[in-house]
């Protein structure tokens, strides 16, 4: 099972080598690893159904209780097939939709990364393996938005995209800890075990918003859908398969996986039902006032994805069979209709819905396959999308409490959904052909087989449901939580009030359709309330925080090295203060101290006169060579307290600090009149203060009890552990030698900074000379 | 810059012996005062010392590479001697490994001495770096 998951990774990394040979007509082959991931996963069919579940484990770092653990149930094989399947196909169509473009070989390392990490969240039973594949399919998402790289546009919805799901992403990670505190494992199946003691908990809520907060970025619930419309700039093939069909349900798995731990409770059903309600109904609305036949399909996506999530808080048997049919329903016609969509842009090099009719004429399978998947997506029988309608509509009128509000919310849905679904799928393909697109031709049959497939499947399915209903339905349910063995899938339930919700959607719907034609007029009325759309107002924050860093930023860190260091003491000066203020007995105890000799009396009279010297001298070069002074008598002063360790460091580092000035020298004006008589002033008092504060400090700690453990640890063992007399070095190569390595890594980072800043310096000064040069000549020629 | 013929002839002489005394540092670091980052100082003073006498040029000619490869080299043999017990004997990361019998001179032999000598050659590789980098743009 690693295999497999680890397969789309490694074929990119693959690509990475051998990327040009799979830019021509060998780019199909990208095809068969998808391919053959859907059989091996095929293969599962068979004991899932017979109710087995099967787990692989892998130690990563056992004593966190962090594995790679796998689990494959009917919930994570209906995703795997989806993920492999829907995969081939999109890999297959991209080969024609994207042939001969520059960087095909980069898209399908894209593709195939994100197939891995997608494969690697619905199979990952340990919730920090979880969350590292949920991460990869975010930023994996982001490469394959933003890949035209040319176009600003793209890139602001890929770091939009990138954004929202990432904070979701952390938002999952915070939920695994807090879920991991109290119950002590990552393992999901194992917290299946725990669910009356995670839901009695006090973190409960907390728990809950948690994962909530993780599955509505994902799946683009209100008020985080907006990403999802922007992630439209990507390719078609990008939209089909990780914005409609996949990643973008890994939300909503999320919600399923954890229904059987954390669900059943008020809180989670009624904001489960609230938010996709509210999400499905409002994005199902926006679909009539958009245009772009991609922007009406993303409203919709966002739309049906609400739909999985209210019914997902539903809560009942009902609702979670409703929800799984409805996964493979909107899977199937919603892929066919992407694709629909991208084979018209290709051949017509337009989206706008206005301008599309009578494409039939010229593309007839792409046409079935189109209106195909409109007729599944508006639930007319004998699609299985009329199944799912039923069983959705089935699910809201025996919900226990407001079965009437929720009714008419589902069906205003569907309503609308039904209109989206025959603008996308049957209008272009309808109708008087326009003038400019009379020329059109044909597309590849790689382009059009797979929507075609698709769309067939949408209606054998429908005919006999059977098919899916033991492999696929049944243990998904069961998955959730629910006995799933009284479930039978039927095209037919009989004539009913559900019956006859049924004819009215769909004939209000037809209405709708022939009734309210998508125009300018109304996609500039919505446009119009831009202004209170959750989109803009993130924006309008973004700026808002941008400008407030900047001015942090400018303030605390405005280059100049002396603010640095005075902000820096400052803030030690006022937190160090306060605390002494507080707890400081301002005693001395004047035993503990050690006699003063007539060298420690003289060293500190030259250390003074040399502090004296570097204020208020006039020459920097005095100044420096002052410092220098400074530092040996600091030097003297460890002498005389036996630390010539400390000694011979500081005697080298104080040469070495003088020489660096000296060079530095050369670089700066002669004259030292840097700072007027009020910053001295300042300066004075603010470094007096600080003296004054670590004087005391330091007399302090003399009277206090002290623990000398570590340092009797340290010469005790230092001979013995580590074969060394001299316990300082001891402990920078061996006790702490971890430390030393990391704090060589730092200086050597240090060094490479600097070479890099005055080489890049210099390098411009060249550059400007050759500019020079350059403009000179063109003058003389004139 | 312009220097008076004691310091040229001096610096010659004190180099090699500034060296000497810095791998001296650097190896009686475990029982004395001395220690990887002192000797790496002070080789990077006996090599800037020279550099004020000579000129810049003349010191990297007698370098021949340039000091900057110093890093990646203490860090790989700092890393390598950590790495040793786990690769070796399964033992814990920068676990102490030790000769049995000292050798002449060096006394007994262990991991850390390997450790030492790589922070010795990326102190020197740091100073040397950043002083060098320094005056060439000065």
Redesign the interface.
């Known amino acids: 099972m690693l295999t497999a998951i680890l397969t789309g990774f490694l074929f990119s990394i693959f690509l990475v080598f051998v990327g040009r040979f799979f830019k021509g007509k060998l780019s199909i082959l990208a095809s068969l690893v998808p391919l053959g991931l859907f059989i091996y996963f095929t293969q599962f069919i068979a004991p899932v159904t017979n109710g087995e579940v099967i787990m692989r484990n892998f130690e990563w770092i056992p004593s966190f209780g962090v594995d790679l653990g796998f689990k494959l149930d009917g919930l994570s094989l209906l995703f795997s097939l989806m993920i492999t399947g829907i995969g081939f196909l999109v890999f297959a169509y991209t080969s024609s939709y994207l042939k001969g473009h520059e960087y095909l070989d980069r898209f399908y390392g894209y593709l195939a990364s994100f197939m891995g990490a997608m494969l690697g969240l619905v199979l990952a039973d340990n919730m920090i393996t979880l969350f590292v594949f949920w991460e990869l399919t975010s930023i994996s998402s982001f490469f394959l938005i933003g890949f035209n790289n040319t176009n600003p546009a793209s890139r602001k919805s890929a770091m939009t995209a990138l954004g929202i799901t990432g904070i979701g992403g952390l938002f999952l990670l915070a939920g695994a800890l807090l879920i991991n505190n109290i119950t002590g494992t990552y393992s999901i199946s194992e917290m299946l075990t725990m669910s009356e003691a995670i839901r009695g908990n006090e973190f409960y809520f907390l728990m809950v918003i948690f994962i909530f907060g993780a599955a509505f970025t994902k799946s683009a619930q209100f008020p985080f859908h907006f990403w999802l419309p922007g992630a439209m700039k990507a390719p078609t093939p990008v939209s089909t398969y990780l914005h409609s069909a996949t990643m973008v349900k890994a939300g909503v798995y999320l919600l399923m996986r954890f229904t059987p731990v954390l669900g059943g409770e008020n809180i989670w059903n009624y904001t489960l039902i609230a938010v996709g309600g509210f999400t499905m109904l409002y994005s199902a609305v926006h679909t009539i006032f958009r245009t772009d036949l991609k922007g009406i399909l993303a409203y919709s996506t966002i739309s049906a994805l609400g739909i999985l999530v209210f019914l997902t808080g539903l809560g009942t048997k009902e609702a979670f069979l409703a929800a799984a049919v409805f996964i493979i329903v909107h899977a199937l016609y919603k892929a066919t209709l992407f694709l629909v969509t991208g084979i018209i842009d290709h051949q017509t090099h337009t989206r706008d819905v206005k301008r599309l009719a009578g494409l039939n004429k010229i593309m007839l399978p792409v046409g079935i396959a189109g209106i195909l998947a409109a007729i599944s997506s508006a639930g007319i029988p004998p699609t299985i999308g009329f199944v799912g309608k039923e069983l959705t509509y089935e699910s809201a009128l025996h919900y226990e409490s407001l079965a009437i509000f929720l009714m008419i919310g589902i069906v205003l849905t569907k309503i609308f959904l039904l209109y989206a679904g025959f603008v996308a799928g049957i209008k272009p393909f309808v109708g008087k052909l326009p003038e400019e697109h009379e020329n059109v031709k044909m597309p590849g049959f790689l382009m059009w087989g797979p929507p075609l497939l698709l769309a067939s499947l949408g209606v054998l399915f429908g005919v006999a449901p059977f098919i899916i209903e033991s492999a696929l339905i049944k243990p998904v349910v069961t998955a959730m939580g629910a006995d799933a063995s009284e479930i039978h899938l039927a095209l037919w339930h009989g004539f009913n009030i559900v019956f006859i919700l049924s004819l009215i959607t769909i004939g209000v719907g037809t209405a709708m359709y022939f009734m309210i034609k998508p125009s300018k007029k109304l996609e500039n009325g919505i446009a119009r309330l831009d202004f209170i759309s959750p989109e803009n107002i993130l924006e309008q924050f973004n700026k808002i925080f941008v400008s407030v860093s900047n001015f942090w930023t400018n303030f605390f860190q405005n280059g100049y090295l002396r603010n640095y260091i005075s902000i820096i003491i400052l803030f030690l000066v006022v937190l160090v203060g306060y605390i002494m203020i507080n707890e400081t007995r301002f005693t001395i105890d004047y035993n503990s101290l050690s006699k003063i000799t007539v060298y420690e009396i003289t060293t500190t009279l030259i250390l003074i006169a040399g502090i004296f010297y570097t204020v208020f001298t006039d020459s920097r070069l005095a100044a420096v060579a002052a410092m220098g002074v400074v530092g040996l008598s600091i030097c003297l002063i460890f002498v005389f307290y036996s630390a010539?360790?400390l000694a011979?460091?500081q005697f080298?580092?104080d040469?070495?600090t003088v020489?660096?000035f000296v060079?530095?020298l050369?670089?700066l004006p002669k004259y030292l009149k840097l700072s007027d008589y009020k910053t001295r002033v300042r300066d004075g008092i603010l470094s007096t203060i600080f003296g004054l504060i670590v004087t005391t400090l330091a007399l302090e700690v003399l009277s206090e009890p002290v623990s000398k453990e570590v340092g009797e640890f340290y010469a005790a063992n230092s001979y013995i552990?580590?074969?060394?007399?001299?316990v300082?070095?001891?402990i920078?190569?061996?006790f702490r030698?971890?430390d030393?390595?990391i704090e060589?890594?730092v200086?050597?980072i240090?060094?490479?900074g600097?070479?890099g800043l005055?080489?890049l310096?210099?390098k411009m000064k060249d550059r400007r000379r050759y500019a020079d040069r350059s403009l000179n000549e063109e003058n003389l020629k004139k | 810059m312009r220097t008076t013929i004691i310091l040229k002839t001096a610096s010659n002489y004190l180099l090699p012996v500034l060296l000497v005394f810095s791998i001296f540092i650097l190896l009686r670091g475990h029982y004395l005062p001395g220690g990887g980052f002192v000797g790496g100082l002070i080789a990077s003073i006996a090599f800037i010392l020279h550099s004020f006498a000579n000129g810049l040029n003349k010191t990297k000619e007698l370098l021949i590479m340039h000091p900057g490869f110093l890093l990646p080299l203490g860090l790989a043999i700092s890393f390598l001697s950590g790495l040793a017990p786990v690769a070796l004997f399964d033992l814990p990361f920068m676990t102490g490994l030790w000769s049995h019998d000292p050798i002449a001179i060096l006394g007994s032999v262990g991991s850390a001495l390997f450790f030492d000598i790589g922070v010795y050659l990326v102190v020197n590789g740091v100073t040397l770096t950043i002083i060098f980098t320094i005056s060439e743009s000065a």
């Open positions: 010539p360790d011979m460091t080298s580092i040469t070495l020489i660096l060079l530095v050369y670089k552990e580590a074969h060394g007399k001299n300082v070095n001891v920078l190569v061996d030698g971890a030393t390595l060589i890594s200086l050597s240090a060094a490479v600097v070479f005055m080489k310096r210099l």
